[in-house]
């Protein structure tokens, strides 16, 4: 996937919802790089507490890639910063 199958657009807002591991990692390995500086990817069924198959695969994404990740209302939020 790429910004041209997307129309070309950049994302901005994102929301993954997919509740397992690895298709939440994959779906975050493909829309990162599309995501635009000062964007957001909101992952669903992240609470802090939890060990859900989710927030595994947000934190799989987030050692692999270096993206920092923090936790609100049961969403995983991953921020690119606005000089990426």
Do not use: Q, T
Request: charged share 20%; with cysteine; aromatic share 6%.
């Amino acid at each position: 996937m790429n910004s041209a199958d997307l129309g070309g657009k950049p994302i901005s807002v994102c929301l993954l919802d997919v509740d397992l591991s690895e298709p939440v990692r994959l779906g975050l390995e493909r829309i990162w790089p599309l995501v635009s500086p000062g964007g957001v990817v909101l992952v669903d069924d992240c609470p802090p507490s939890s060990d859900w198959k989710a927030k595994v695969g947000v934190e799989a994404f987030s050692k692999a890639s270096g993206v920092s990740v923090s936790y609100l209302f049961g969403l995983a939020i991953l921020e690119k910063p606005l000089n990426a």
